[in-house]
């Protein structure tokens, strides 16, 4: 099986912490240059001085709000300029709780920032090194709301089903370049968005942090919540010369909890 990325170099978005971080080791491991971009300059810059390295890697961090549209164009304009990518990895922080109707507009407009926005910007900047290459890989984090909304987090069921017909589309227009599209969709995830999420359920519902925990995992049949490396090894696989006939997909990855054939 084709899994070797030597030579290759990655962007990992949110690769400070949880599925990005452990993604940017996987490919790492693989022989990829990665380089890393999230908010935080502190923790990117541990990040990636723990990542593996063999000869010839060479690994790189970029402290950027992917919500601040321009500031992010014009980081990607000197991330491209020194060392062109085949492989991005979209990644970000998903957008707080709370029911649909009582959001107001504005968390709409932010979330699309973040999300749909700031993807577009990435395949822009990106794209021409994948066409000159012949090889591109862009796989989007999202969420198993696209398949079946998830109750709470009305803001992001809309802007996570965006993000994936997005990705359908682009799946079409650039598979004849050699670039693939495709989606990898989490479930319940040992990571600070999860804790976020139980906390937020403690304090509407009053109900204790083991109760709201056992809630969720009596909906998830592996009966435990994952960890990070398992969904990043989903997530390097799909960047491999192994994946190259998977493209368009939204691949579930959440111990059989999404009940949906498709």
């Known amino acids: 099986m084709q899994l070797d ?3 290759r170099h990655a962007l ?12 940017a080791v996987e490919l790492a491991e693989l022989g990829a240059s990665v380089s890393l971009l999230a908010r935080s300059a502190d923790a ?8 593996p390295r ?11 709000d992917m919500s601040r549209t321009e500031l992010l164009r014009e980081a990607l304009a000197d991330i491209v300029a ?4 085949e492989i991005l990895i979209n990644n970000t922080g998903g957008p707080p709780g709370g029911a649909a109707h009582t959001a107001e507009p504005e968390a709409f407009e932010a979330a699309f920032r973040q999300h749909l926005l700031a993807g577009q910007t990435l395949v822009q900047a990106l794209l021409p090194g994948m066409r000159a290459s012949g090889y591109g890989r862009i796989v989007n984090v999202i969420s198993t709301s696209v398949k079946e909304p998830i109750a709470g987090l009305g803001v992001s069921n809309a802007v996570r089903a965006a993000v994936a017909s997005w990705a359908k589309t682009l799946s ?9 599209v495709n989606n990898v969709l989490p479930g319940y995830t040992r990571t600070a968005r999860l804790d976020g999420l139980v906390t937020a359920q403690v304090r ?3 109900r204790s942090e083991q109760d709201i925990e056992q809630g969720m995992l009596a909906t998830v049949p592996a009966r435990r919540f994952g960890e990070p490396a398992e969904v990043a090894s989903v997530i390097a696989f799909l960047c491999t010369p192994a994946a190259a006939y998977v493209n368009g997909v939204s691949i579930a ?10």
């Open 5 to 7: 990325l030597s030579g």
């Open 12 to 23: 990992v978005c949110g690769a400070s912490q949880g599925i990005g971080q452990a993604t």
């Open 44 to 51: 990117l810059k541990a990040a990636a001085e723990a990542l």
């Open 54 to 64: 063999r000869h010839g890697q060479h690994h790189r961090w970029f402290a950027v």
């Open 82 to 85: 020194d060392h062109p990518l």
């Open 172 to 180: 079409g227009e650039l598979a004849s370049d050699g670039i693939t």
């Open 204 to 206: 509407s519902s009053g």
């Open 253 to 262: 990855v959440d111990g059989g909890r999404t009940r949906s054939l498709s």
